[in-house]
């Protein structure tokens, strides 16, 4: 038993705001307006004052109803004001969500105006130099231009169509769902008092709900000017009329763009294992390292371009997440390609090879090149990864275990799509009454090898859009941010989640007569394999897999610009992992609701755990705190860490506190059968801090089947397990502990003092499988993100400072 407690590392907000500064500084203010700083600064004082004593005069309803119109000669960002609406170049209207009045911002006036410059001769807040106004706003402010110069005109309309913006100033995802859902009601019922009136589409994000609306100018003068609505709709718009996405393409000019600007020189190298690339095409000469380009065919050694097409629509997706067709926009990479070709000019593999031995030479070829991340968007559709073929697949997943083998002796990531299912596939689950997302607990869904590989992130598929482009009475099949129609499903090589995350890949259509088939509107743009014309189009999960190698590249980057040096494979993919989670909207709710009826938590093999977030995964303020360790763990132990919780939690309302845990490990895998894949298997756990020690240290003692149990008595209001007091996470022990990469998320409200009395523990038990006497040491990570998103609690500094205390105390036993 390890009985050790290192120290988790922290990522500091210091270092992210200096990483963010070096991104974008803003320029200095001149000697001339520095000079003016006082005036300025008195200006603003004069205005904000009795704006201030305004609200504070005001009870919480009344102060909903006001907000600021802020009049600046370039876009500005005010912390503590909420803005209710995009902001122009030069206007931004915001309310006061949290303070009864505008002290703050008077004290950040006050420290532009009189305080100490800075070590570069610059005031602090300096943004404030930008404002020219800032006013009460009126009822008309929150229309948009066009809404605004024809007011007197649509006022008297007998009918019209618009969107608007709801916004919850509620805290909590709950609450603002809550509070969003009885507005609409409320206007609904408002809307069908009056001819015509009616609420079509509406979609939600983030707290805020647009909603198309239909109703008498009467109606839409009241929505306008009550002092009612002016709390609850906080932006009018015109319906959009816009270029749509078959104009644009069709008449894409590869000279009407701007820059095409290539990566910094110190941006990561990503391999794409694929048809091979066209560094010629104008997207992807900026990002291609043409020294980094190979042909591994050995009917063409030579020719290590692209024939195809796919493989140069992966690479640019892998290099600028997305391109903009639009004139006059740039272009920017941020990740350097290189390219091994493995595929023919029909997008096959040669005959008489071996792709496990082209991997072999692939990655023996790139990672003294310093390749880290390779991208195979490649599947095997004749080898389904499902109980029916696994009777003859172990034998023949010589790839799967090639890339577990290598990821682990070499420290590098492979990134693998699920595979696809094509349009006929899906036509016949139609024609068969089996409609999406129906489907997807079919076995004829399931990946494809090697995307069961255990060592390697797969990817799955999500709708990007539903706007198709001439689609007659077609309809997009997945709405916005539901899995694709084409993605497949897992579970891995040992029943683990498959795959680990999603990213945006393309959407199908169907028709009135059950004819499926794809669309340019819903497809992915993406760089040809030619010169002119210089873009494609296509849908699957090969695409969505690069959008995570970009993301995976950017962490890796972001990682090295903190100053963190020696990143392992574990630690990487726990970064991106970690930052993971579930869209917000409705429909994807629904759509887990819907295979949950089906086969309980089989969603979880097809979204995973959500959407990456490569902002997230480096970045935490003062209300959150991001916690890392790197290092290895003897099989048969047990690994215990402190966990920081401060008590400082329980003194915030009843919002939401997350712990996010993701624990990676790359164990040895079996060359030969299935059973007993994984050498080492990983189990953790969590703990209180008002639970003993030596309590945590028997619970962790017992035999690993007994770990499995999953009755222990559960007290739902606490989140935690009956004695001694585990967290209960959402997924559990047994569903996350099967594979690699073990992630769980636990959410609480109320959180008592005794909770923190001590540091809160995680266990986690390294278990051999093999029955070796002398196992290796098996790499692992562990990332653990907490945060109080009701932005109340000082997480951070007290989280820092209980690191110290440790820190302290860890050199004293020393």
């Not at 895998?669 to 189990?683: C, S």
Request: with cysteine.
């Amino acid at each position: 038993m390890n009985n050790e407690f290192p120290i988790f590392s922290l990522i500091q907000p210091e270092m992210v705001k200096r990483r963010l500064e070096r991104r974008r500084l803003p320029p200095p203010l001149p000697p001339e307006v520095i000079a003016r700083r006082q005036e300025i600064a008195d200006n603003l004082t004069n205005q904000i004052k009795p704006l201030s004593n305004l609200l504070r005069q005001m009870s919480d309803e009344q102060r909903k109803a006001i907000f600021l119109k802020i009049e600046h000669q370039k876009p500005v960002q005010i912390s503590g004001l909420k803005r209710v609406a995009e902001p122009t170049e030069n206007l931004t209207l915001a309310i006061v969500p949290k303070q009864d009045s505008l002290d703050n911002l008077l004290q950040k006036v006050d420290a532009f105006g009189s305080g100490a410059l800075n070590e570069k001769g610059q005031p602090h807040n300096q943004e404030l130099a930008a404002i020219n106004k800032i006013q009460q706003g009126e009822p008309k402010d929150r229309l948009c231009q066009v809404f605004f110069e024809q007011y007197d005109e649509l006022i008297q309309q007998e009918s019209m169509i618009c969107e608007i913006e709801i916004m919850s100033l509620k805290q909590g995802k709950h609450q603002q769902r809550n509070e969003l859902q009885e507005i609409r009601a409320e206007l609904e019922k408002l809307l069908r008092q009056h001819r015509y009136g009616n609420i079509f589409e509406h979609e939600e994000i983030k707290g805020t709900c647009r909603a198309v609306i239909r109703c008498t100018g009467q109606v839409f003068q009241q929505l306008v000017e009550d002092e009612k609505w002016q709390t609850k709709i906080f932006w009018f718009d015109a319906r959009p009329e816009f270029e749509t996405f078959i104009q644009t393409y069709k008449n894409f000019n590869i000279q009407s763009l701007g820059q095409f600007i290539s990566p910094p020189n110190d941006a990561p190298i990503v391999c794409i294992v694929d048809s091979g690339v066209t560094p010629g095409n104008p997207f992807l000469k900026p990002v291609v390292r043409e020294d980094l380009v190979r042909s591994f065919l050995k009917s063409d050694p030579d020719n290590p371009y692209d024939e195809h097409g796919h493989g140069s629509g992966v690479a640019s997706l892998a290099s600028y997440y997305a391109l903009n067709g639009y004139p006059g926009s740039d272009n920017e990479g941020k990740v350097w390609i290189a390219s091994a070709r493995v595929l023919d000019h029909e997008n096959l593999l040669e005959d008489e090879r071996l792709f496990s031995k082209i991997i072999i030479e692939v990655v023996d070829t790139f990672v003294p090149l310093g390749v880290r991340i390779f991208n195979l968007s490649v599947g095997i559709i004749n080898r389904k990864w499902n109980a029916e073929a696994k009777r003859t697949v172990p034998r023949r997943s010589w790839i799967a275990r090639t890339i577990d083998r290598l990821s682990r002796e070499k420290d590098i990531v492979f990134v693998i799509s699920t595979g696809n299912l094509f349009t006929n596939h899906i036509q016949y689950y139609w024609q068969d009454g089996i409609n999406y997302p129906k489907y997807f607990v079919d076995e004829e869904a399931s990946i494809l090898d090697p995307a069961q590989s255990a060592l390697s992130l797969t990817v799955g598929s999500l709708a990007a859009t539903t706007l198709a482009a001439n689609a007659g009475t077609a309809m997009a099949i997945a709405e916005q941010k539901q899995p694709s129609p084409f993605t497949r499903c897992g579970p891995g090589v040992s029943k683990e989640i498959k795959p680990e995350l999603v990213e945006l890949g393309g959407n199908y259509l169907i028709d009135e007569n059950s004819s499926i088939r794809t669309n340019l509107g819903t497809n992915i743009v993406m760089a040809s394999n030619q010169i002119t014309p210089a873009i494609a189009h296509n849908s699957g999960t090969s695409f969505a897999a690069p959008r995570v190698v970009y993301k995976l590249a950017k962490i890796l980057s972001d990682l090295q610009s903190l100053g963190l040096n020696d990143i392992s494979a574990p630690l990487l993919k726990a970064f991106i992992v970690n930052s993971a989670s579930y869209p917000e909207e409705p429909s994807f709710e629904h759509f887990c609701s819907e295979i949950d009826n089906i086969q309980p938590k089989h969603w979880l093999n097809i979204v995973g755990y959500g959407l990456p977030d490569y902002n997230r995964a480096t970045y935490c303020d003062s209300y959150s705190a991001i916690l890392f360790f790197k290092g290895e763990i003897i099989p048969n132990n047990v690994a215990y860490f402190d966990i920081p919780v401060p008590a400082c939690l329980s003194e915030t309302d009843r919002g939401i506190k997350r712990l996010t845990v993701t624990v990676v490990h790359a164990p040895e895998v079996q060359r030969w059968g299935l059973e007993r894949y994984l050498g080492t298997t990983l189990k953790w756990r969590m703990f209180r801090g008002d639970v003993e020690r030596e309590d945590i240290k028997k619970a962790m003692s017992v035999e690993e089947d007994e770990l499995d149990r999953e009755d222990i008595n559960i007290s739902v209001d606490e989140g935690e397990a009956d004695l001694p007091k585990e967290l209960k996470f959402q997924l559990g022990v047994t569903l996350r502990s099967r594979g690699t990469v073990q992630h769980d998320v636990f959410e609480w409200k109320n959180h008592r003092t005794e909770y923190s009395e001590n540091v809160y523990t995680l266990a986690i038990a390294a278990y051999e499988k093999w029955g070796r006497d002398n196992p290796s040491p098996v790499p692992y990570a562990v990332v653990i993100r907490l945060e109080d998103t009701t932005q109340t609690a000082p997480v951070y500094a007290e989280t820092q400072t209980i690191l110290v205390e440790l820190e302290a105390q860890s050199q004293a036993r020393s």
